[in-house]
């Protein structure tokens, strides 16, 4: 087979690491693979296609921020794009996120129609349902739902948009462009997510559960000087990471749980700006973002605990991260974050409630990391590995040919 992906960047980021992890799979089973991307350098893919250039991205930043037409610039980079997809020939087009100042989707949507060719297409989020945002779950709306009024609350969010909210007309254009591909099977990482896009305007469509998955290789049990570098030796870490670190992420929650904890205990955070490593407390150790993945797994496994105080989250990559290098979870109950884990390999607490977190840790912190390692591993080896999370994707193409 020759598959084509689509993804807002390549070998970066999580959504980036899932498409080279796919692409790595099936060129190892023999079948022709590229991915094009919409920003940044790609990393781990030699058959990496670059949609447009970076005033095509400039120009669809401009038209998002000041008129909330997010998905609906960057016309002549789609055009172009179209002509190579038009050589290329793909027997399969899989889609992950379309959102990201790269491409139009009223364009790319009106070709997928017009060849009537397989598509997959992975929702890493919910911005393909919404008049303008990506999640939802923090603030409790439902204006994306079919009956809902689709004016989005949220204009100041990625994609920001600084003056017009226009989500009511996106929803629409949405709705429009993503309904009636003939051909199409969409695929969820969490169960979740699955039920939410079963309530919304893409409910005509087949939804298949393929879990995220996790290079067990690299993602495993490793020693480091970690500990020794930071002066961390006798301390019990607890560990948060993201990309990037806001209140729904749970980074006043990481400011708050500082003030309540015991003098051997140290929480460090991954991913965190400049400015915010230079407004921290004593006991909470700042680290700006990393994408050498065999340091992070070198970090995950120094700690003792990955806390997790997300307020919304569709699947919890990081989860599966520390899991995987034998560090158990302590996550909120939001989203499809609670399906990473199970009672052997972590705990999971009322969202936003400290004291049931600090009991969690408690408990945790008793009965030792030892205690949790070798389940926490067992349950990403079972269920969450990558070679036979993707393998599925493989099966789909097949499937859908």
């Known amino acids: 087979m020759r598959i084509l992906q689509i993804n807002s960047v390549c070998g970066v980021g999580s959504t980036g690491r899932i498409t080279t992890d796919i692409h790595s799979i099936l060129k190892e089973q023999g079948h022709e693979s590229y991915v094009a991307y919409g920003r940044n350098n790609p990393m781990n893919?030699?058959?990496?296609?670059?949609?447009?250039?970076?005033?095509?991205?400039?120009?669809?930043?401009?038209?998002?921020r000041i008129l909330d037409k997010h998905g609906f610039g960057s016309r002549r980079a789609t055009k172009n794009f179209i002509e190579k997809i038009k050589f290329l020939d793909p027997d399969v087009i899989h889609l992950h996120n379309i959102h990201g100042y790269y491409i139009n989707i009223k364009i790319l949507f009106d070709y997928l129609k017009e060849i009537n060719k397989p598509v997959v297409w992975t929702l890493h989020d919910c911005w393909a349902f919404t008049g303008h945002c990506t999640h939802f779950e923090y603030v409790g709306c439902e204006c994306w739902k079919v009956d809902g009024n689709h004016i989005c609350s949220q204009k100041r969010e990625y994609p920001a948009s600084l003056f017009i909210n226009n989500s009511k007309k996106n929803y629409k254009k949405k709705k429009e462009a993503f309904t009636g591909v003939k051909n199409l099977t969409i695929v969820t990482p969490s169960n979740w997510l699955k039920n939410i896009v079963k309530a919304s305007f893409l409910k005509e469509y087949p939804v298949k559960l393929i879990n995220n998955g996790i290079d067990i290789d690299v993602f495993k049990p490793s020693k480091g000087t970690f500990r020794s570098r930071y002066g961390l030796e006798n301390k019990f870490i607890l560990l948060g990471a993201a990309s990037t670190w806001s209140e729904k992420k749970g980074y006043n929650f990481f400011l708050e749980l500082s003030y309540n904890l015991e003098q051997d205990e140290k929480i460090v955070l991954i991913g965190l700006s400049e400015n915010q490593k230079q407004n921290l407390p004593n006991n909470i150790l700042g680290i700006t973002r990393t994408n050498d993945?065999?340091?992070?797994?070198?970090?995950?496994?120094?700690?003792?605990?990955?806390?997790?105080?997300?307020?919304e989250e569709v699947l919890g990559l990081t989860n599966l991260e520390a899991l995987a290098c034998g560090t158990p979870v302590i996550t909120f109950e939001t989203g499809g974050s609670i399906e990473c884990i199970d009672d052997s390999c972590g705990i999971v607490v009322e969202k936003g409630n400290m004291y049931k977190t600090l009991e969690a840790i408690k408990i945790i912190k008793t009965k030792y990391k030892s205690f949790y390692s070798m389940s926490c591993i067992d349950r990403v080896n079972k269920l969450f590995s990558k070679e036979d999370k993707y393998s599925e994707y493989v099966e789909l193409y097949e499937n859908c040919r």
């Open 293 to 311: 993945i065999k340091e992070l797994a070198e970090i995950y496994s120094s700690a003792d605990v990955f806390v997790n105080p997300t307020l």
């Open 45 to 64: 893919c030699e058959s990496a296609i670059r949609i447009g250039n970076k005033f095509d991205n400039y120009s669809h930043v401009a038209k998002t």
